[in-house]
């Protein structure tokens, strides 16, 4: 019998979380199912999944019409359906949690993305969110903006697990780490314990590519030697980041208790690429991959788990040696990812208010 290629990558040290929460993946036991046959290990959330999740289904109907006679207003709706589903599922995971001591069985809730470059409304903002939630094993996100530094260092220092979202450069890979290592530091210093707080920085993969391929593919159109660099380079700046984000990774754990990297945006965008692309190419020790539905599904039926992560870190190098030479800015490029990253959960986030306001509107 052939093994299911989710559950062979634990051997390689690999945890695979689910970029996907609904009400009835809780209620229906699917979630318990993919813990059982896939290996599941944890799940992420974020406005644009939980707008699909709200607006595309009748889940969450009745507790909707119970909060409406209760005069609750859009914001409280909102809160007290993503908190219910973000705690539910983490009971489900829990007894994973305790088995693992603290290295998997965590569900993710985002902080306002409205809050992404303001500091200290972000830091209430987590506080409350785990005050609420109450859960041990949940990550608050917090997106990787300059204004998200802080907030990052002070919530670890605080004792609040945090998964950092909406990272695409290195750059801003290094400036994470080190204000998790800082945050720990923060905390040995007031004699609190450095575990069992908890923290992984998830470098967002796919549209990265979607943004610079493009550029590549002009640069190839017109022929000549950077022709010949682009197409070498062409669809292979992604992996090159994250095999580079992972031996920044290696060195920090080498000294401190580990902030683990999780691969995020690895649904494949193009479809002239393999549907599991982000996922073969990143399989290593210590590490997360969060995946969508349709990824998590590609990979079950045709994966080919291999350790593959540190192969080829020289060829990784070589596309960042070589793309100025094309007049390509990486550090531009991540920045306008991060931002439209930012705005694209905040409109997530709006959208999904102004569905609530409607269904409550509708229940009247």
Known sequence: MKINPLKKLTTFGQSIWLDYIKRDLITSDKLKQLITDDDLRGITSNPSIFEKAIAESDDYADAIAAMMKEGKDVNTVYETLTQRDVRDAADEFRQLYNRMEGKDGYVSLEVNPHLAHDTEGTIIEARRLWKALDRPNVFIKVPATLE?????????????????????????????????????????????????????????????????????????????????????????????????????????????????LLWASTSTKNPAYSDVKYVEALIGPNTVNTLPVETLDAYRDHGDPKARLQDDADKAHWVFQHLPELGIDINKITQQLEDEGVAKFIQSFDQLITTLEKKLKDKK
Do not use: C, W
């Open 148 to 260: 998200g530094l802080p907030a990052i260092k002070q919530l670890i220092s605080e004792g609040i697990n945090v998964n950092v979202t909406l990272l695409f450069g290195l750059d801003r890979y290094r400036a994470v780490a080190e204000a998790y290592q800082t945050g720990l530091a923060a905390r040995i210093t007031q004699k609190q314990p450095p575990q069992p707080v908890a923290s992984v920085a998830s470098f967002f993969l796919s549209r990265i590519d979607t943004l610079i391929d493009p550029m590549l593919e002009k640069i190839i159109t017109q022929g000549g030697d950077k022709a010949l660099i682009a197409k070498k380079i062409h669809g292979q700046v992604a992996i090159a980041s994250a095999k580079v984000a992972y031996e920044i990774y290696q060195k920090a754990a080498k000294e401190t208790q580990a902030q683990r």
